[in-house]
């Protein structure tokens, strides 16, 4: 069974930045789907970042490309999301979220009913 343990939100001044970590075990493979979700306040939830670890192949929503880099440490089985140049808009509970398969068909990546494995949040808030 796969956990995944956020850490790394908090609060911070629009322009600021941050970095999201999730720490995540009980699988003994790196071929995993692994990325990242938000969800803020009255909307739905929606793909922010993932990245097929096997390979390396990224995904982006168009809402935060050239902000938000996703990185992956395989030996630490951990994944990352760097937030530069953060804005209001990005507040939201950030989760962590894999699956073997999600990601696999391209525009799928973005779907989460897709992932099975998901952590319990870590909350981001940027004013300003």
């Known amino acids: 069974q796969v956990q995944l343990a956020e850490s790394g939100g908090g609060s911070v001044q629009a322009g600021g930045s941050l970095r999201l970590s999730c720490a995540a075990s009980g699988y003994t493979d790196s071929s995993y789907c692994m990325g990242w979700f938000r969800q803020a306040p009255g909307k739905e939830r929606e793909g922010v970042a993932v990245?097929?670890?096997?390979?390396?192949?990224?995904y982006y929503a168009n809402s935060v490309k050239d902000r938000f880099t996703i990185s992956q440490d395989n030996a630490k089985k951990t994944l990352y999301l760097q937030m530069d140049r953060l804005k209001p808009e990005d507040t939201a509970m950030y989760y962590c979220?894999?699956?073997?398969?999600?990601?696999?068909?391209?525009?799928?990546?973005?779907?989460?009913?897709?992932?099975?494995?998901w952590g319990q949040g870590t909350q981001v808030t940027v004013s300003g």
């Open positions: 990245v097929y670890t096997g390979g390396g192949i990224t």
């Open positions: 979220a894999a699956d073997r398969r999600a990601c696999l068909y391209g525009h799928t990546w973005k779907f989460d009913f897709e992932y099975n494995y």
